[in-house]
């Protein structure tokens, strides 16, 4: 069965720092470029960052740049979203992503696997 879990969401005040986790099973990441998705109250999902397969290429969206970092341990079928220097315009659902195709992700155009969404809420 195949099943992709985040966790380490929570609520913390602007500054601060998350780091949000995603264990994949019943596929290896090996195989697959994987990514964060978030999506805040009211808006469209947007894309974060993405790493590729082999963690030797990444993308972060301008808005996240310099804060954030994307990692991948694929001997745990496991990514990361270290996230620091939090701001309220960070608060948003965010979803881990997986697919074969590093382009499909990066453009958001298909998605093989969602994660169940992490909520992040960044308040004073």
């Known amino acids: 069965q195949v099943q992709f879990v985040a966790s380490g969401g929570g609520s913390v005040q602007p500054g601060g720092s998350l780091r949000l986790s995603c264990a994949a099973s019943g596929f290896s990441l090996d195989d697959y470029a994987v990514g964060w998705f978030r999506q805040a109250p009211g808006k469209e999902r947007e894309g974060v960052s993405c790493?590729?397969?082999?963690?030797?290429?990444?993308y972060y969206d301008d808005s996240v740049k310099g804060r954030f970092t994307i990692s991948k341990d694929n001997a745990k079928d496991t990514v990361y979203l270290q996230m620091n220097t939090l701001k309220p315009e960070d608060t948003a659902v965010y979803y881990c992503?997986?697919?074969?195709?590093?382009?499909?992700?990066?453009?958001?155009?298909?998605?093989?696997?969602w994660g169940k969404g992490a909520l992040v809420t960044i308040s004073s």
């Open positions: 992503a997986a697919d074969q195709n590093w382009f499909e992700l990066v453009n958001g155009s298909r998605v093989d696997y």
């Open positions: 790493i590729n397969h082999s963690a030797d290429s990444t």
